[in-house]
């Protein structure tokens, strides 16, 4: 009798369990299609997969050229380990001889942000419009609003947040979803505060102790290259990722002869 209770007892606990489990995923804004199997598809992880590459590829391309997508005001270079010339922006220039740099970017945060927006906007708008398509290929009923979105810069991730309504409507099932938001996991903003460290210190002093930064902060790899001519070249590796931030000054040139 009483192992007859106890298995009872059990039996009761799996069931309560099994509703608790339903009950989340009912809640936590998952879309889950009552026919087709056990398939999912949560909007804000959807938005994510579909853009991760993209904003990889845009801040890499970014960093590798001092800041920008395209710059006029750059400097065309190849390193001895590498096989394509590329054009290094000046993040802080001065054409004269003896003068500090001239800083390029003085909101250079804001700036990599209009970047990253101009070269993933179209993808936004594509993998939103993938997203509604595939959430009606479950069976939803979609009403869907894109709008615009935003492109935040914080410690370790891009993160945006796209400015959008949709509503999935499936037999009496009706869900809203606004205001998706998605993390891409890259040290982007913290090479780029190093950065303007840098370009900071060598228009306010012609120079920048890179040996001294990397005691304070090991984390970081930076190498400065004289060109032999009249540019410096900064490479900020962050070491555990090997993400890097490159870019070209020209500050505080000695006239050659002298």
């Known amino acids: 009798?009483?192992?007859?209770?106890?298995?009872?007892?059990?039996?009761?606990v799996g069931i309560i369990i099994v509703a608790a489990i339903s009950l989340f995923f009912l809640l936590d804004g998952t879309l889950t299609p009552s026919t087709?199997?056990?398939?999912?598809?949560?909007?804000?992880s959807y938005m994510e997969s579909c853009l991760e590459d993209k904003i990889m590829e845009?801040?890499?391309?970014?960093?590798?050229?001092?800041?920008?997508?395209?710059?006029?005001?750059?400097?065309?270079?190849k390193?001895?380990?590498?096989?394509?010339?590329?054009?290094?922006?000046?993040?802080c220039y001065n054409q004269n001889y003896y003068n500090p740099c001239i800083v390029q970017e003085p909101m250079l945060i804001?700036?990599?942000?209009?970047?990253?927006?101009?070269y993933i906007q179209e993808d936004v708008r594509n993998c939103f419009d993938d997203l509604t398509s595939s959430l009606e290929s479950k069976g939803f009923t979609i009403d869907a609003r894109y709008r615009d979105f935003?492109?935040?810069?914080i410690s370790k991730k891009v993160v945006l947040n796209i400015d959008a309504e949709i509503t999935a409507t499936k037999t009496d099932e009706?869900?809203?979803i606004n205001d998706l938001k998605t993390f891409t996991s890259?040290?982007?903003?913290?090479?780029?505060?190093?950065?303007?460290?840098?370009?900071?210190?060598?228009?306010?002093?012609?120079?920048?102790n890179h040996l001294g930064y990397m005691l304070l902060y090991p984390e970081f790899k930076i190498d400065k290259f004289e060109t032999g001519d009249t540019e410096t070249i900064y490479t900020v590796k962050y070491k555990k990722t090997e993400e890097r931030f490159r870019f070209a000054i020209r500050s505080c040139v000695i006239p050659p002869g002298i």
Not at 1 to 12: E, L, P, T, W
């Open 1 to 12: 009798m009483k192992k007859r209770a106890q298995v009872s007892v059990f039996i009761i």
């Open 36 to 44: 087709g199997g056990s398939s999912e598809i949560s909007p804000n």
């Open 58 to 77: 845009a801040t890499e391309l970014i960093s590798a050229q001092g800041g920008y997508v395209e710059n006029p005001l750059n400097f065309t270079f």
């Open 79 to 91: 390193f001895e380990d590498e096989e394509d010339y590329k054009g290094i922006s000046y993040l």
């Open 110 to 118: 804001q700036h990599l942000k209009d970047e990253v927006y101009n």
């Open 150 to 153: 935003e492109v935040e810069l």
């Open 174 to 176: 009706i869900k809203e």
């Open 186 to 208: 890259t040290e982007f903003y913290d090479l780029a505060l190093v950065v303007q460290e840098i370009v900071s210190q060598e228009a306010e002093y012609c120079n920048f």
